[in-house]
């Protein structure tokens, strides 16, 4: 372990330079992965904005059936043709989603659910031979860093990533906040930096102040969560001053399915993250697709 006597204090992001290995591919720190994983790359981050919307439905792995998700055979087929990525569990995709025309990203660990006082202990619960058959894009991981179930949490994350390494197949890892996890800067660099030097080709985390520095401190893309249900204006806001702070996309999932317009909702954040709409300009989108009145 190094010794942190002596450290230089002051922090330095760098926030006026662009990351410099980015080569020609434009998905951030995969310049030097093979073909297999740029190509399962290129289907989650669209080459032309960079970007991506993914729409995770993962919930029911430990929450059960939320609101919005009671019957995932009615609500998802309605959001597909509307986002770029589905991201949810094998059972959700085999039993109520149609084979689609469309990049998946399957949620691999599991271990923990509602009743639990302590969600943090998880195991890898999918073999990697069933992505494959899946044809997945990418795998995601749930890590709980500064939790009990921290050492189980990157034992997860690393056989998945030894594992998709061995099969090209990009790991996304999932920053998870719950007790002595706290949603600051300082916490969410910790964390994101962590799982991507680990091997994650992705993290998703949470929106925060000082967001730009927490992106310029990961060397991989990452993409927000989009958490409990807001107003769709300030889900949006969220959203816009994420793709400001060098988000490459967002990964939500109530502040989709829980709108009362859904597909209008995904309409309105893929506008902010393919088409630089702002905020304002996603929210008329929103309220003139959803025809709601002023
Ligand atoms: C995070 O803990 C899990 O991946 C969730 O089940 C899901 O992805 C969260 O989506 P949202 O917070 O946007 O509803």
Redesign the pocket.
């Known amino acids: 372990m190094a010794d942190t006597d002596g450290l230089k204090v002051e922090k330095n992001y760098h926030l006026d330079r662009e990351f410099a290995v980015s080569g020609d591919f434009h998905v951030k720190g995969a310049s030097n992965l093979d073909w297999g994983m740029k190509k399962r790359l290129a289907n989650i981050f669209n080459p032309k904005s960079g970007n991506t919307v993914m729409f995770?439905?993962?919930?029911g792995?430990?929450?059960g059936s939320v609101s919005g998700l009671e019957r995932l055979d009615i609500t998802i087929p309605r959001l597909v043709d509307h986002v770029d990525v589905l991201?949810t569990t094998r059972g959700a995709f085999r039993t109520s989603v149609a084979p689609p025309r469309k990049s998946i990203v399957l949620?691999v660990s599991s271990g923990s659910s509602m009743l639990d006082d302590d969600l943090s202990h998880e195991v890898l619960a999918v073999d990697i031979e069933d992505s494959i058959r899946m044809d997945a894009d990418g795998i995601?991981v749930?890590v709980f860093i500064g939790a009990d179930g921290q050492l189980s949490s990157i034992d997860t994350l690393s056989r998945a990533i030894n594992a998709g390494m061995r099969y090209s197949i990009p790991v996304l890892g999932?920053v998870?906040v719950g007790k002595n996890m706290e949603r600051t800067d300082q916490y969410f660099k910790l964390a994101t930096r962590i799982i991507a030097e680990l091997g994650a080709a992705i993290v998703?985390t949470y929106y925060c102040d000082k967001f730009e520095e927490v992106v310029a401190a990961c060397p991989v893309p990452i993409v927000v969560?989009?958490?409990?249900?807001l107003p769709e204006r300030e889900a949006l806001e969220m959203a816009f001053r994420s793709i400001q702070g060098g988000a490459r996309g967002l990964?939500?999932?109530?502040?989709?399915f829980q709108s009362l317009h859904p597909v209008e909702m995904a309409g309105a954040i893929g506008k902010i993250v393919h088409e630089k709409f702002t905020a304002s300009q996603a929210w008329e989108y929103y309220r003139d697709t959803a025809k709601i009145k002023q």
Do not use: C, E, P, S
Request: charged residues 30%.
């Open positions: 995770a439905f993962d919930h792995y430990f929450m991201m949620r995601a749930q999932v998870a998703k969560a989009g958490g409990k249900k990964d939500m999932g109530r502040n989709i």
